[in-house]
């Protein structure tokens, strides 16, 4: 199966500001998917990333808020812009369906 | 739409015994994956076991196995003899069959599991 790093583990942020987080896997695949996970809940999909396409966002989960890139088949960023205390969450990157990176802990001060 | 439904938000356990988490699922398709994740306070997500749907024979992985009813849509993990490593939050998860999706999953709620000595 595949590796998958996150980076950063986790951050403190101000609210207004944004977050970038980084995902890197050890071999190519054609599509990473980003999840959140709010305090004390389960996981939600935000979007499925394909390289050289634009993401494919789930219902609730918009663009100008989640920004995603997907420069090649091994890497993809999701940025959390304008940040509020409601984003505080874990974020989540996988592959191959059942493949998850170490995770990100957000805390939106 | 597909959803999972994990019955039990909490479960305890002496160490050594045996338990049974329950997760039910509602789909109209007639190939998926189902999976379990144990998530410690690390917050990684850690597959236990995965079952593909036409198979009928229940995924074991050493202590951990299921009780695949496909017809009943249920989907239950039993962890034998119990460890103190095995306390973790667990979900879990349905998936389509990769040929019709592309490999996003839905959880359910999740299970503390408390594992006692």
């Known amino acids: 199966s595949a590796v998958i790093s996150q980076k950063p583990s986790r951050d403190i942020c101000q609210r207004g500001t944004s977050l970038t987080i980084q995902c890197q896997v050890d071999?190519?695949?054609?599509?990473m998917f980003w999840y959140r996970q709010q305090p004390g809940q389960s996981l939600t999909l935000i979007a499925t990333a394909n390289q050289g396409s634009e993401a494919t966002y789930e219902s609730g989960f918009v663009i100008d808020k989640f920004p995603i890139s997907r420069p090649n088949l091994t890497f993809s960023t999701l940025t959390v812009s304008n940040l509020s205390p409601e984003d505080s969450s874990i974020y989540l990157c996988s592959v191959e369906g059942w493949v998850f990176g170490p995770g990100t802990r957000l805390t939106v001060t | 739409a597909q959803t999972v439904t994990q019955s039990q938000p909490e479960m305890s356990v002496q160490e050594a015994e045996t338990v049974t988490l329950s997760c039910t699922y509602d789909t109209s398709e007639s190939n998926y994956y189902l999976f379990w994740y144990k998530q410690p306070p690390s917050r990684q997500m850690i597959l236990v076991i995965r079952q593909e749907a036409y198979k009928q024979q229940n995924a074991t992985e050493n202590r951990f196995s299921v009780n695949f009813q496909k017809a009943a849509k249920s989907f239950s993990l039993k962890i034998s003899d119990s460890q103190l490593g095995d306390t973790a939050m667990y979900f879990c998860?349905?998936?389509?069959?990769?040929?019709?999706?592309?490999?996003?999953?839905?959880f359910g709620d999740g299970t503390t599991l408390t594992v006692k000595p």
């Open positions: 998860a349905f998936m389509k069959h990769r040929s019709t999706n592309a490999g996003k999953s839905t």
């Open positions: 071999s190519q695949v054609t599509m």
